[in-house]
């Protein structure tokens, strides 16, 4: 992959996506807006991409972070995929967003950087093309929550507002989001490809997406199985870590479920609060399709798709190429719950694993949810070993369990200030609750305060940190008869 000069202000952009047959992008400009303006910066991003971030603030920058320049060396495409939306498959694209390029870091890493909300592309199907502040600013929280979580996810490194409105059921300021990711090729990239590309276009892709993020793959017998394999592991660690925090995606359509597995569409996303798996916050899942219990299930379903389109470049022969893949999505399942029992096991203490570990995660959880325990929280007092003012810690049953996981911890040769420790750096002390995210959109969207939205934001940077500034964060909503729902938009 090409390697270019970096410019004065930093960008070192390159265009290795825009070498793949045409039939992946529609080229394109973006859209100018009537007056950007910055409303936040995230330095230390623009930093590690090695972007001058004084430049970046100026005039000059935010008029790139608004579409109404482009930095050199950028070459604006939107791209084509495909997915199956709530199991429904459907030619899609980027609507509203423009790949500028990838921008090549100091330390020789690529990223994409992509503006969201840049105006009408070829896969706008009747939209706008833009993007409103509230939802815009919702993903630049939640995701660098993610980040400071430790989960693998695309990341805000801008969001300027246009000076425009955009019509959704009222008018709302409209705003412009510039998302950093590892790439955005997606399995729903892959279905594309499959169905609307030749044979050689599929292949061409496969060869990209490894060369880009599996180089190591390229020596193998069969590269395309690799493929299979090395997504499905990051995948099944991926989704571990998702219901380990109580996080629900809301919305796992294909297209929003990336190759390289990091997190990408934080649109009606949520976090859990009370512990119960049929949890769901997305006004669209009638169904309960992407519930929290669900997610392990429909990554499956996912990467079944996703080897759906290998199928040709696995074996010249069908039945082979079904069998050599049936065997490699078969392998989600046990990934999956590896990771999730040993990421359980950390949150409870334990440094190594005995038969009986199932059945003492097992019986929180259910307590957890016959109570309806905050997820979170109860974690959290778990991990100072502080039993919370809750109806879960007053329970016999609870007393009992109690005495068992004394038992257990006391069994290891670790000692019990080596287990809380564990603990602590297991068990975030703040996730973005539902309640304080939208309290910060409020205040910046019908007030022009971004104060609420900043002190959150320096809260949820260091969620393990269990510092007394989280205490006021970690508490969760007012009952209401209402249930908390979120909406599609970003």
Same mark, same amino acid.
């Given at each position: 992959?090409?390697?270019?000069?970096?410019?004065?202000?930093?960008?070192?952009?390159?265009?290795?996506?825009?070498?793949?047959?045409?039939?992946?992008?529609?080229?394109?400009?973006?859209?100018?807006?009537?007056?950007?303006?910055?409303?936040?910066?995230?330095?230390?991003?623009?930093?590690?991409?090695?972007?001058?971030?004084?430049?970046?603030?100026?005039?000059?920058?935010?008029?790139?972070?608004?579409?109404?320049?482009?930095?050199? @060396?950028?070459?604006?495409?939107?791209?084509?995929?495909?997915?199956?939306?709530?199991?429904?498959?459907?030619?899609?694209?980027?609507?509203?967003?423009?790949? $500028?390029?990838?921008?090549?870091?100091?330390?020789?890493?690529?990223?994409?950087?992509?503006?969201?909300?840049?105006?009408?592309?070829?896969?706008?199907? @009747?939209?706008?093309?833009?993007?409103?502040?509230?939802?815009?600013?919702?993903?630049?929280?939640?995701?660098?929550?993610?980040?400071?979580?430790?989960?693998?996810?695309?990341?805000?490194?801008?969001?300027?507002?246009?000076?425009?409105?955009?019509?959704?059921?009222?008018?709302?300021?409209?705003?412009?989001?510039?998302?950093?990711?590892?790439?955005?090729?997606?399995?729903?990239?892959?279905?594309?490809?499959?169905?609307?590309?030749?044979?050689?276009?599929?292949?061409?892709?496969?060869?990209?997406?490894?060369?880009?993020?599996?180089?190591?793959?390229?020596?193998?017998?069969?590269?395309?199985?690799y493929l299979l394999q090395e997504v499905s592991?990051?995948?099944?660690?991926?989704?571990?870590?998702?219901?380990?925090?109580?996080?629900?995606?809301?919305?796992?359509?294909?297209?929003?479920?990336?190759?390289c597995a990091e997190t990408i569409d934080y649109?009606?996303?949520?976090?859990?609060?009370?512990?119960?798996?049929?949890?769901?916050?997305?006004?669209?899942?009638?169904?309960?399709?992407?519930?929290?219990?669900?997610?392990?299930?429909?990554?499956?379903?996912?990467?079944?798709?996703?080897?759906?389109?290998?199928?040709?470049?696995?074996?010249?022969?069908?039945?082979?190429?079904?069998?050599?893949?049936?065997?490699?999505?078969?392998?989600?399942?046990?990934?999956?719950?590896?990771?999730?029992?040993?990421?359980?096991?950390?949150?409870?203490?334990?440094?190594?694993?005995?038969?009986?570990?199932?059945?003492?995660?097992?019986?929180?959880?259910?307590?957890?949810?016959?109570?309806?325990?905050?997820?979170?929280?109860?974690?959290?007092? $778990?991990?100072?070993?502080?039993?919370?003012?809750?109806?879960?810690?007053?329970?016999?049953?609870?007393?009992?369990?109690?005495?068992?996981?004394?038992?257990?911890?006391?069994?290891?040769?670790?000692?019990?200030?080596?287990?809380?420790?564990?603990?602590?750096?297991?068990?975030?002390?703040?996730?973005?609750?539902?309640?304080?995210?939208?309290?910060?959109?409020?205040?910046?969207?019908?007030?022009?305060?971004?104060?609420?939205?900043?002190?959150?934001?320096?809260?949820?940077?260091?969620?393990?940190?269990?510092?007394?500034?989280?205490?006021?964060?970690?508490?969760?909503?007012?009952?209401?008869?209402?249930?908390?729902?979120?909406?599609?938009?970003?």
């Open positions: 992959m090409t390697e270019k000069k970096t410019t004065e202000r930093g960008w070192n952009l390159d265009n290795s996506y825009a070498r793949l047959p045409k039939t992946f992008f529609s080229s394109i400009e973006p859209t100018p807006v009537e007056s950007p303006a910055l409303i936040i910066c995230n330095e230390s991003l623009a930093r590690s991409l090695g972007l001058n971030v004084q430049d970046l603030q100026s005039q000059d920058g935010v008029a790139l972070l608004a579409g109404n320049k482009t930095p050199e @060396g950028a070459m604006p495409l939107a791209q084509a995929y495909a997915g199956h939306q709530f199991g429904h498959f459907t030619m899609l694209g980027d609507g509203r967003a423009l790949l $500028l390029g990838e921008q090549i870091t100091p330390e020789g890493e690529r990223f994409d950087i992509q503006l969201k909300g840049s105006g009408i592309t070829p896969y706008s199907r @009747g939209g706008d093309g833009r993007a409103a502040l509230g939802p815009m600013l919702r993903e630049y929280i939640v995701s660098e929550a993610m980040y400071g979580l430790g989960i693998a996810t695309t990341r805000s490194l801008a969001v300027v507002t246009t000076g425009e409105s955009v019509l959704r059921e009222k008018k709302l300021p409209g705003a412009i989001l510039t998302r950093v990711a590892s790439s955005h090729l997606r399995v729903g990239t892959f279905q594309y490809a499959a169905n609307w590309g030749t044979p050689d276009d599929l292949r061409r892709l496969a060869d990209y997406t490894i060369q880009r993020h599996f180089p190591e793959g390229a020596q193998e017998e069969n590269p395309y199985l592991k990051r995948q099944a660690l991926q989704i571990a870590k998702w219901q380990l925090v109580g996080f629900i995606h809301g919305v796992m359509n294909t297209d929003n479920m990336t190759i649109g009606p996303c949520a976090f859990m609060n009370h512990y119960d798996p049929a949890t769901v916050f997305s006004s669209i899942d009638r169904q309960g399709r992407y519930a929290y219990g669900n997610q392990p299930h429909m990554a499956a379903w996912n990467l079944a798709r996703f080897a759906e389109t290998l199928l040709p470049l696995l074996d010249e022969e069908e039945e082979q190429a079904v069998k050599v893949a049936q065997e490699a999505i078969s392998e989600f399942a046990d990934l999956y719950h590896c990771n999730w029992n040993a990421g359980m096991r950390a949150k409870l203490g334990l440094f190594q694993e005995e038969p009986e570990d199932k059945e003492l995660i097992k019986g929180l959880l259910s307590m957890m949810e016959k109570y309806s325990a905050d997820y979170t929280n109860t974690f959290r007092a $778990l991990s100072f070993d502080k039993p919370a003012e809750s109806a879960l810690f007053k329970t016999t049953e609870f007393e009992s369990w109690h005495k068992s996981w004394q038992a257990r911890l006391e069994r290891q040769e670790e000692s019990k200030a080596s287990s809380l420790e564990l603990m602590q750096k297991s068990n975030p002390a703040v996730i973005p609750r539902n309640h304080r995210v939208e309290e910060a959109l409020e205040a910046a969207v019908e007030r022009g305060d971004y104060s609420v939205m900043e002190k959150l934001l320096a809260v949820l940077s260091n969620p393990y940190g269990h510092s007394p500034e989280h205490s006021e964060y970690a508490t969760g909503p007012e009952p209401s008869k209402e249930p908390y729902r979120t909406f599609c938009g970003t």
